[in-house]
């Protein structure tokens, strides 16, 4: 079982940053696809951006892509997603995710097996 536990969220106002953090209770990542989602009050889970563990291959949806950055550090188990140039329409609670493969499968909330609790991201205009 893989235990994964968000931080850093918070209250920004537009064009600020934030970096959120996804600290997993495993320690052998080797093999894994680390995610970040978000969800919208009335809205589905959304897809932001994906790392493999090796760091090789990310990926991001179109509207984040040149404001926010994935990145891991395997020495603390830890996957980030640094935010810049915030808007108001991020604003919701971002979810990590996990799975123990690679494939091409990786925009899809059901492809994932392991989930956080959620951290609220709220930007102001």
């Known amino acids: 079982q893989v235990q994964l536990v968000e931080s850093g969220g918070g209250l920004v106002q537009a064009g600020g940053s934030l970096r959120l953090s996804c600290a997993a209770s495993?320690?052998?990542?080797?093999?894994?696809?680390m995610a970040w989602f978000r969800q919208a009050p009335g809205n589905e889970r959304e897809f932001v951006t994906a790392i493999t563990w090796s760091g090789s291959i990310t990926y991001y949806t179109d509207s984040v892509k040149g404001r926010f950055t994935i990145s891991r550090d395997k020495a603390k188990n830890t996957v980030y997603l640094q935010m810049n140039s915030l808007k108001p329409e991020d604003t919701a609670v971002y979810y990590c995710?996990?799975?123990?493969?690679?494939?091409?499968?990786?925009?899809?909330?059901?492809?994932?097996?392991?989930w956080g609790q959620g951290t609220q991201v709220t930007v102001s205009s």
């Open positions: 495993v320690r052998t990542f080797s093999t894994y696809t």
């Open positions: 995710a996990a799975k123990d493969y690679v494939d091409s499968d990786y925009r899809r909330p059901i492809s994932y097996d392991f």
